[in-house]
Antibody, heavy 125, light 107 residues
Framework: EVQLVESGGGVVRPGGSLRLSCAAS????????MSWVRQAPGKGLEWVSG????????GYADSVKGRFTISRDNAKNSLYLQMNSLRAEDTALYHC??????????????????WGKGTTVTVSS | DIQLTQSPSFLSASVGDRVTITCRAS??????LAWYQQKPGKAPKLLIY???TLQSGVPSRFSGSGSGTEFTLTISSLQPEDFATYYC?????????FGQGTRLEIK
């Protein structure tokens, strides 16, 4: 079964750090890019960060750039999100998701087709 | 960064109705758009990618269209299980932004 399981969430004080992990199973992990998406309580989805299959290309939302770092360990089938200088507005449920894609005509189209259930991060004093 | 604006933000409809949700991009994104459905307490589910390609296993009552800056998601005949929140997402470039969501509720 294709599965993503997040861990590492918790309660942290403003300015603190946390490292999230996402364990992948049921598919060849290093064939895919991966992403982190978060959802604050009662709010919509926010794409946080993405990484390509070998870690050579990464991207970040403006709201986390310079504070969060995405990485992966293909030998461990794992994705990570190092979160530093945490703020109250980072409080959210954090999902990891698989970046898949398909060639249609001349173009390659991406989409996020497998999602984990998420891990909750609460930033509060 | 590319901004996505969905309309309406809230939609009330009845079982059997045909509904359309619009997603507008702040700049052209070709067909690099996906649609997701999210139910309370659940992870999002992919419905459509490349603006109009139905994900495997998704009922054919869902359809997508558009390119450039304007896109639509249509549900041809609402079923009880379709009442949820719907999001568009652009995958043309980083950051891969989402629309603010459209909440579809039973009338």
């Amino acid at each position: 079964e294709v599965q993503l399981v997040e861990s590492g969430g918790g309660v942290v004080r403003p300015g603190g750090s946390l490292r999230l992990s996402c364990a992948a199973s049921g598919f060849t992990f290093d064939d895919y890019g991966m992403s982190w998406v978060r959802q604050a309580p009662g709010k919509g989805l926010e794409w946080v960060s993405g990484i390509n299959w070998n870690g050579g290309s990464t991207g970040y939302a403006d709201s986390v750039k310079g504070r969060f770092t995405i990485s992966r360990d293909n030998a461990k089938n794992s994705l990570y999100l190092q979160m530093n200088s945490l703020r109250a507005e980072d409080t959210a449920l954090y999902h990891c998701a698989r970046d898949n894609g398909q060639q249609l005509a001349y173009y390659y189209y991406y989409y996020m087709d497998v999602w984990g259930k998420g891990t909750t991060v609460t930033v509060s004093s | 960064d590319i901004q996505l604006t969905q309309s309406p933000s809230f939609l009330s409809a009845s079982v059997g109705d045909r509904v359309t949700i619009t997603c507008r991009a702040s700049q052209g994104i070709s067909s690099y758009l996906a649609w997701y459905q999210q139910k309370p307490g659940k992870a999002p589910k992919l419905l459509i990618y490349a603006a109009s390609t139905l994900q495997s296993g998704v009922p054919s009552r869902f359809s997508g269209s558009g390119s450039g800056t304007e896109f639509t998601l249509t549900i041809s005949s609402l079923q009880p299980e379709d009442f949820a929140t719907y999001y568009c997402q652009q995958l043309n470039s980083y950051p891969r932004t989402f629309g603010q969501g459209t909440r579809l509720e039973i009338k």
